[in-house]
């Protein structure tokens, strides 16, 4: 596609339950991140995809996180037991193996009442 | 762990004026530096970026950012700002060896016609 595109833009959903955000990265881009970002802050880094394997979930704040990509292309960032505190914009951003250049989409505004 | 620290958390001027945004880093070894700037609506793009060499980097829409080692800083400077440059900007870092971007907390600007 013409950029990296990220469904629901937004989402509200109740505490505990369980929520998936998706991400298309730009077409060819074998790198692919997700961040979040709180109110008032960066970005911070969750994880980083090269190819189908997660090569660093370093930033996944505990196991009620995980995400996938098991094509190599689209992505999944799913969250089990959700709570007040993950409400925040999950971002999510590509690059091609020849750059460093993170291609950045608008993200999904995550709700938790 | 790197970290970012961006000076200025709201910025308010006329068009015309002269921006310039702080950026100072920590971290030990050799990085990665980028801008990113954020319209209102918008996905995160990438503005300018140094990696090696001169250390003046000039970016699109006029913005230009030095590096200063010795002061583990990266300031971001416009001469000349329009009502359009109204957005917020986001200061980053990657250690050169790494992938993954470190991002200052963000400094609105706002930029009165």
């Known amino acids: 596609g013409a950029g990296v595109s990220q469904t629901p833009s937004n989402k509200v959903t109740e505490k505990g339950k369980y929520v998936e955000l998706r991400c298309d990265p730009i077409?060819?881009?074998?790198?692919l991140y997700w961040y979040r970002q709180s109110l008032g802050q960066g970005p911070e880094f969750l994880i980083y995809f090269q190819g189908t394997g997660a090569a660093d979930d370093s930033g996944l704040p505990n196991d009620r996180f995980f995400a996938v990509r098991p094509e190599g292309s689209v992505s999944t960032l799913k969250i089990q037991r959700t709570e007040r505190g993950d409400s925040a914009v999950y971002l999510c951003?590509?690059?091609?193996?020849?750059?460093?250049?993170?291609?950045f989409g608008q993200g999904t505004r995550l709700t938790v009442v | 762990a790197q970290s970012v620290s961006q000076h200025n958390h709201h910025v308010i001027l006329s068009e015309a004026a002269s921006l310039e945004l702080g950026c100072n880093y920590s971290y030990g070894g050799t990085v990665n530096l980028f801008w990113y700037v954020q319209y209102p609506g918008q996905h995160l793009q990438l503005l300018l970026k140094?990696?090696?060499?001169?250390?003046l980097v000039k970016g699109i829409k006029g913005f230009e950012a030095e590096f200063i080692k010795s002061k583990f800083s990266f300031n971001l400077r416009k001469p000349s700002v329009q009502w359009s440059d109204t957005a917020e900007y986001f200061c980053a870092v990657e250690p050169s060896n790494d992938y993954k971007l470190s991002f200052g907390a963000g400094t609105t600007v706002t930029v009165r016609a």
């Open positions: 140094y990696f090696s060499g001169d250390p």
């Open positions: 077409s060819g881009h074998t790198a």
């Open positions: 951003a590509s690059s091609s193996i020849d750059s460093t250049e993170a291609f």
